[in-house]
């Protein structure tokens, strides 16, 4: 699992690197960069933090993700997760952010 930087749509607002807590996004020339995203842990802080969905959560194909991208929303209290499958289909789940954390 790792994360997609969409420089396209990045404001570079920086609460992707300020969020990140293995400190692997770094402000480049007004944009979020990661040097290794091999070492990212799939946390989604950043994806989370995104305003722009600029982030995407790469969901693999060795965990069920059949090689799509996740990103989310926020609107009020609520985390809007869009899961788009290469061959266009797209599902989205809805969830309370107060939730979001809880394991």
Same mark, same amino acid.
């Given at each position: 699992?790792?994360i997609e +930087?969409?420089?396209e !749509?990045?404001?570079g607002c920086g609460a992707?690197?300020q969020i990140?807590p293995?400190? +692997?996004?770094?402000m !480049?020339r007004?944009?979020?960069h990661m =040097?290794s995203? =091999?070492?990212?842990w799939g946390?989604?802080a950043c994806?989370?933090?995104c305003? #722009?969905?600029?982030?995407? +959560?790469?969901l693999g =194909?060795?965990?069920?993700?059949l ?14 997760w !869009?899961?788009? +499958?290469?061959?266009?289909?797209? #599902?989205?789940i809805? #969830? ?8």
């Open positions: 699992m790792s +930087l969409r420089g !749509r990045c404001v992707c690197a990140c293995g400190s +692997l996004i770094r !480049r007004g944009t979020a =040097e995203p =091999e070492r990212c946390c989604a994806v989370k933090a305003p #722009t969905e600029a982030i995407a +959560l790469f =194909e060795d965990m069920g993700g090689g799509g991208r996740m990103t989310v929303r926020t609107q009020s209290a609520c985390l809007y !869009r899961v788009r +499958l290469p061959g266009g289909g797209e #599902t989205i809805v #969830t309370d952010s107060r939730d979001a954390n809880k394991y």
